[in-house]
Every structure is written in structure tokens, then in C-alpha cells.
């Protein structure tokens, strides 16, 4: 399959000066890495169905860490693995960078304390009215 994909031109300079030290077509230096960085579809397939138990897993801790988490940490972000509380941060994003670097290829639920464990949206639904 032939596919056009835009790239930086740092991640070209980086692929060319790879392509010249191996006497490659940049576009074979690019497939090769490719090749070697994305799992088998197997594996793809296996990781799945587990990062959805996970995620339930880890919601059904939030919600039943819930109240105790609304009484201290109302309005901050938590970061909820193994069913337990691992950090806590006044700034999302903040949280998030830590989390990501401590547990790179595992699920974590991140979410904002709020009054409700989950929210709830109402969403209205359309009336047709015939003329």
C-alpha cells in the first residue's frame, strides 16, 4: 500500500541522515522503523479486551473510593491504578505528565473529584412535529 503521510522536517533530517549511515531510500529507513516499532496484530488484539477490564477495573475503584475522595480531595485530579489511590495534583495536566512517566504502558484512570463519581449529561431529544 502507498500512502502520502506529512512529517516535521526534523523527523525527515533525522530519517535522511539514518538512510545515508545504512545507504537506504529514506522511505525504507521509515518502513523499517515502523516495522520494528508497532506491535504484531496478535498482540494488538490481545492488549484490548485486557485495557477494557482495566479500565473498568479501575473506574469501579474510583466509584467506590468515591466519598472518601470527595471529602479530601474535592476539585483535584486523582490518578486511581490497582484500585488505589497513587497521586493526587491541583493541575490535571500536571498529574497526567507524572502518571504517563511512572506507568507508561498500563491503564490509570485520571479524572477531576467532583461532586458526583460519574457525571451525569441530560441530553434533550428532538420532537418532530408534523405540519
Given at each position: 500500500m502507498e500512502m502520502k503521510i506529512p512529517i516535521s522536517d526534523n523527523l525527515y533530517r533525522r530519517a535522511k541522515r539514518l538512510a545515508d549511515i545504512r545507504h537506504q531510500e529514506v522511505s525504507d529507513v521509515i518502513i523499517?522503523?515502523?516495522?520494528?516499532?508497532?506491535?504484531?496484530?496478535?498482540?494488538?488484539?490481545?492488549?484490548?479486551?485486557?485495557?477494557?477490564?482495566?479500565?473498568?477495573?479501575?473506574?469501579?475503584?474510583?466509584?467506590?473510593?468515591?466519598?472518601?475522595?470527595?471529602?479530601?480531595?474535592?476539585?483535584?485530579?486523582?490518578?486511581?491504578?490497582?484500585?488505589?489511590?497513587?497521586?493526587?495534583?491541583?493541575?490535571?495536566?500536571?498529574?497526567?505528565?507524572?502518571i504517563r512517566s511512572k506507568y507508561p504502558d498500563v491503564f490509570v484512570w485520571l479524572t477531576t473529584v467532583r461532586e458526583e463519581p460519574i457525571r451525569t449529561i441530560h441530553m434533550r431529544s428532538p420532537r418532530f412535529v408534523k405540519d
Open positions: 523499517d522503523v515502523l516495522e520494528d516499532a508497532l506491535p504484531a496484530v496478535d498482540v494488538i488484539e490481545e492488549l484490548e479486551p485486557e485495557t477494557e477490564r482495566a479500565m473498568q477495573r479501575e473506574m469501579a475503584a474510583y466509584i467506590a473510593l468515591h466519598p472518601e475522595l470527595k471529602e479530601n480531595f474535592l476539585g483535584k485530579s486523582v490518578a486511581i491504578y490497582q484500585g488505589q489511590l497513587v497521586d493526587v495534583d491541583d493541575d490535571y495536566g500536571e498529574l497526567y505528565k507524572r
